[in-house]
Every structure is written in C-alpha cells, then in structure tokens.
C-alpha cells in the first residue's frame, strides 16, 4: 500500500509540472519575432544542434546527402572549430519566406527545417549563411556584430548580381553582402574553403581585403597600415 501510495505521489507530481513550452502565442509564429524567439535561445523546441552530416540525416530521415556529404561536412566542421553553432529549426520559427539566417551577434546559424528536406537547398542555405559566417570573420573577429566583404564587387558574375538585386530589392543596403553569399551558394566548395582557411589563421592573411575592409581592419587595429 505504502509502495503505491508513493508511486500515486510521484505521478501527480510529475504531472503538475507543466511541459516546457515557448515563451510566444501560437500567432506570433512565422514572424520575425518569433526568429528572434530562437536566435536567443528561448524558443528551444524542435530546434537542434547539429555538428554533421550524420546528425542532419538522424534528424532528417531518409533523405539522401551523398552528393554533398564531403562539402557539408568540410563546412560543418570548421564552423564547429571557429565557435559558431549550427541549427536545424522547426519552421514555425522562421518567416515564411527565409530558408536559413546567420545571427553575426551570437554566432549561430539557423536552418528551416522545412526547407531541409531537399539536399539541393541544404547544400545552398549551408553554403550562403557559411559565407555570411566568413564575413563576420573577416571583420576581424566572430567576436564583433560588424560583417566584411570578402571578394571586390566586381569579380560577382553578372546573372549572380541581377538575380541578387531583384530578390533584395526591399533592402538594397543589404546588396554587397547578399550578392556574394548568392555566389558562394551556388558555387561548390567555395564556401567550405574559405572556412577552412579561416580556422588557420587571419583571413584576411588569405584573401587580399577589399579597400574598405583594410580600412576597417586598420582602424580597428587587426593589422598594421603599413602591411
């Protein structure tokens, strides 16, 4: 009796405790605030960090990374190695029309979940926001909230740049960043090799800044203005 008794104690303990749920209403999902929700680690449900192509298959299962297992993993690994932590989302967190952010304050990279499902758009949000994540860098430091660009505009293709301007076309101050991590996108393995020279040292060291991004670095004491 006394065995039950306890057992009966414990389950109507155990089921007062309300489950875990979001710190948002039902109606602010899909919206830029409940992204917010998730970037700050408060809406944690559904969302989980991966590492690997490994992990994103448990998650995502039965789909098929073959073609772009060895790129994935290059690119998951250095960013793993350079302090920035990838997501799988649920898409209940992200605006309706956003397959992935990168978050430059807190390092982090959010991928929709949704959208995930097709190797051909992983590959392309993994690769884009992975370039957003080495534009961070090249300001200096993942430490700083500031965004470099790494290429001159000019070496962007053509058809990269038009199809870039008409998709931001509500937020042209976004332009330069955007057409390069368009590029990087669609472009195999640049991305994974920027990333990788990252994780071994200065990338500007690697990658000849632009004028303003030497400008920037100098005055931010990064290098010499001399070198």
Known sequence: MLKNALLSLAFAASAAVPALADPIEPSQYNTMHSMGCMILNECTDEVLKVTSVAD?????????????????????S?????GIDVYLGDSRYFPSDHRGVYHAKHNRMYLNKEWMFYPEYLIDVLRHEGWHAAQDIMAGTVENTFMAIIY???LVPIEIKLKTDIAYAATPQVL???REAKWAGETPWMTAEVLEAATQGPLWEKYTPTEMTREWLVNNGFIQSGN
């Open 56 to 76: 994103i298959e448990k998650e995502l299962e039965g789909i098929d990374l073959e073609e772009y297992r060895d790129e994935m993993d290059s690119i998951l």
């Open 78 to 82: 250095s960013l793993d190695k350079l």
């Open 176 to 178: 330069p960043w955007e």
């Open 152 to 154: 001159p505009e000019y």
